[in-house]
């Protein structure tokens, strides 16, 4: 993937020109959604801890957020009134990206397809190694072919969790208010000096509950936001599963060419997270099957996040013989150099 500067002057170049070829809008499209993730992802790991009972206008910006240029200008707007120590961070941490995700969106009535060429019947006709970033877009489509059939799996154990805090909060809330205790979605699961300190609950249910005098109930739309809520976190599941992977298998395209075809060998979705398994050959007689994923884990201070491990295996080489223990790093050094 190229640097961010290098893609900023291919993009800036292009916007002067008033065109952009497509194979160029594409690839900015890809790198810049992924350089954006992850400066995101390094500005939330600096921000403060959020008071999950006090921050009702922030949680809500995030929810309705997530790291992609096409939403950007419109999450800079959301968060440009939140004077809020994380909507600081996380605003300082996409700031160079609104530009160009602004000239993406200009640029998009403007790209330029390359024409077909003529047919020329010259006998046999050669046909040139496909490069690796057009190969890309044929590993994009069987992720996504992987995705799409695999959502509602997603959406369905979302809704299925997000029930379960629910009923869970209601009845830990009856016992706490029957005792005198205070009995907000913080008071109970929010607090990390106390046990049990659950900030994914925590965070359901403040945006599921409102307050009433001293009581706390279930919104009237409490159903239609569980919905939305879980429909939201299984397509950011999808997506992230898509450019992830692509992120990590982007190189190895890249720099061995030829690439010929790709073929999905399954799929699975468990305990909110998506598996999958592909099969890449080349022209040169080699391939490799790769096992792509996105699980849910739970930091030490309770905190959920993803992480998307990912294996190769059943790689040969172009003579046939079988490559031991391919790890990311043998298939970058030994793989990719043979023809």
């Known amino acids: 993937m190229a640097s961010f500067e290098d893609n900023r002057l291919v993009l800036q170049a292009a916007f002067d020109a008033g065109s952009i070829k497509n194979t160029d809008y ?5 790198d810049f959604n992924w350089a954006l ?18 921050a009702s206008a922030l949680l809500k910006a995030l929810d309705d957020y997530m790291p992609m240029l096409h939403t950007l200008t419109k999450a800079d707007q959301k968060f440009q009134d939140l004077d809020h120590p994380t909507a600081v961070a996380r605003r300082a941490g996409w700031h160079p990206f609104l530009q160009p995700a602004q000239q993406l969106q200009a640029l998009k009535d403007h790209v330029v397809k390359r024409a077909p ?11 040139a190694p496909q490069a690796g970033r057009e190969a890309i877009f044929h590993i994009k489509a069987r992720l996504e072919e992987i995705t799409q059939s695999a959502y509602q799996e997603l959406l369905d154990f979302f809704v299925a969790r997000f029930q379960r805090f629910q009923a869970l909060y209601l009845d830990h809330a009856e016992i706490a208010k029957a005792q005198g205790r205070r009995h907000s979605p913080y008071d109970l699961w929010g607090r ?20 009433r005098q001293k009581t706390y109930i279930l919104k009237a739309r409490a159903p239609d936001l569980l919905q939305a809520m879980a429909e939201r976190i299984a397509a950011n599941t999808r997506d992230h599963f898509v450019y992830k992977n692509l992120e990590k298998i982007d190189s190895i395209l890249d720099a061995k060419g030829g690439f010929d075809r790709v073929e999905v060998l399954g799929r699975r979705v468990d305990l909110g997270g998506l598996e999958g398994s592909l099969r890449v050959f080349f022209t040169d007689g080699s391939a490799f099957s790769v096992r792509n994923s996105v ?6 201070h309770g905190k959920p ?7 190769f295996f059943d790689v040969r080489m172009p003579d046939g013989s079988m490559l031991s223990t391919p790890s990311e790093e043998r298939m970058n050094l030994i793989f990719c150099k043979t023809t």
């Not at 594409?26 to 890809?30: A, D, E, G, N, P």
């Not at 000096?193 to 945006?207: F, G, I, K, R, V």
């Not at 699980?295 to 030490?300: G, K, R």
């Not at 996040?305 to 294996?311: A, D, I, K, V």
Request: aromatic letters at 10%.
């Open 37 to 54: 993730e992850r400066a995101d992802r390094e500005a939330q790991q600096h921000a403060p801890r959020i008071d999950y009972q006090n």
């Open 117 to 127: 060429s003529a047919a020329i019947d010259v006998g046999a006709k050669y046909r």
């Open 305 to 311: 996040f993803q992480q998307f491990p990912l294996r």
């Open 26 to 30: 594409q690839r900015l499209k890809q």
């Open 295 to 300: 699980v849910w884990n739970v930091s030490v």
């Open 192 to 211: 990390r000096d106390q046990t049990p300190y659950w900030p994914e609950a925590c965070d359901c249910l403040s945006q599921l509950v409102e307050q």
